[in-house]
C-alpha cells in the first residue's frame, strides 16, 4: 500500500532550523507543533541519511517534528555536519513511499482498559461509542520513544482528544492501549503513565530477542480490531512464545 501524501515541490518547502544539542548532537527541527507534514520530512531526511550517509554522524533518532542527530565532534564540527544536513533536507521530500500496515488487536475496558467508563463520561458518550470510534481510526506510528517499543501514533479523531490525566500512574501494564492530548499509542512495556488506558494488547512491539526486535518503526500505519477477553488471553500466551500476533495487512 502507497502512502497518499502527494509530491511537494522543494521550493515551497521551508527550511528546517538546526539547534546545538550539546556538544555532539543537533536538532534538526521542522516545525514547533505536532503535525504529520513535518513527520514526514523528519522520516524522509532519516531514509536520506541512511541512504547518503554524512562521515561523523553515530546516530539518528526521529521524533515528531524533528530529528536529532548524534556525531562524534572529532570527525565533523557543527557548522560542516549543518551544511549538508540542510542539503539532504533541501532533497529530503515526503514523497510517496511504500507503508507497511499492521491490524493490532485490543482488548477494550474492564480490567484490561480501566478508564474506558470515566473517558465516556468526560465525553458524554458511552464505552461502546468510544471503542467504536478508536477502533474506526486509521493511524501512523509517528515515533518509537520514552520506553522501548512505546509507539506514538497520530490520526486520533478530534473528538478524543482530551488532556491527560491530573494524577499520573506510576504503573500501568504492558501492552496498554491508551489516548493522552491528540494522540494514541501502544505502549509495550509495563511503566508510568499520564494517559488514558482504554485496553490492552498481546501485541510485543518489542521483545529482546525476538527477530525483529521492535515490530513497528515510524510511518507504519495502524488500525486496531476488538477482541474479547478470553482472546486476549489466548494471544498474550503465543505471544508470550514469541508470535507476532499482529496482523502485517500490507508491506
Excluded at 6 to 16: D, F, K, R, V, W
Aim: aromatic share 8%.
Amino acid at each position: 500500500m502507497r502512502d497518499e501524501s502527494a509530491y511537494i515541490m522543494a521550493e515551497t518547502l521551508s527550511p528546517p532550523r538546526l539547534l546545538p544539542s550539546g556538544d555532539s548532537a543537533i536538532t534538526v527541527e521542522f516545525s514547533r507543533t505536532i503535525d504529520d507534514a513535518a513527520n514526514r520530512r523528519v522520516l524522509a531526511l532519516d531514509r536520506v541519511i541512511s541512504a547518503e550517509p554524512i562521515e561523523g554522524i553515530t546516530e539518528t533518532v526521529p521524533t515528531y517534528r524533528s530529528l536529532l542527530v548524534h556525531y562524534d565532534p572529532v570527525r565533523i564540527g557543527f557548522d560542516a555536519l549543518g551544511e549538508q544536513l540542510l542539503a539532504r533536507a533541501a532533497k529530503a521530500l515526503p514523497t510517496a513511499v511504500r507503508t507497511r500496515r499492521w491490524r493490532i488487536p485490543v482488548a477494550y475496558g474492564g480490567e484490561h482498559g480501566i478508564d474506558l467508563e470515566d473517558v465516556a463520561k468526560a465525553l458524554n458518550t458511552t464505552p461502546d461509542d468510544i471503542v467504536g470510534r478508536h477502533v474506526a481510526g486509521d493511524y501512523r506510528v509517528a515515533m518509537i520513544g520514552f520506553t522501548p517499543g512505546w509507539s506514538y501514533l497520530s490520526g486520533l479523531e478530534e473528538f478524543l482528544h482530551m488532556p491527560r490525566r491530573q494524577d499520573p500512574r506510576l504503573l500501568t501494564p504492558a501492552g496498554t492501549i491508551s489516548i493522552g492530548g491528540i494522540q494514541t499509542g501502544v505502549q509495550c512495556l509495563a511503566g508510568p503513565s499520564g494517559w488514558h488506558l482504554l485496553g490492552r494488547t498481546a501485541v510485543r512491539t518489542y521483545q529482546l530477542h525476538r527477530d525483529p526486535t521492535f515490530l513497528l518503526e515510524p510511518g507504519d500505519a495502524i488500525t486496531f480490531t476488538a477482541v474479547d477477553a478470553k482472546t486476549f488471553a489466548e494471544q498474550d500466551r503465543a505471544a508470550e512464545a514469541g508470535e507476532f500476533i499482529a496482523e502485517l495487512v500490507s508491506s
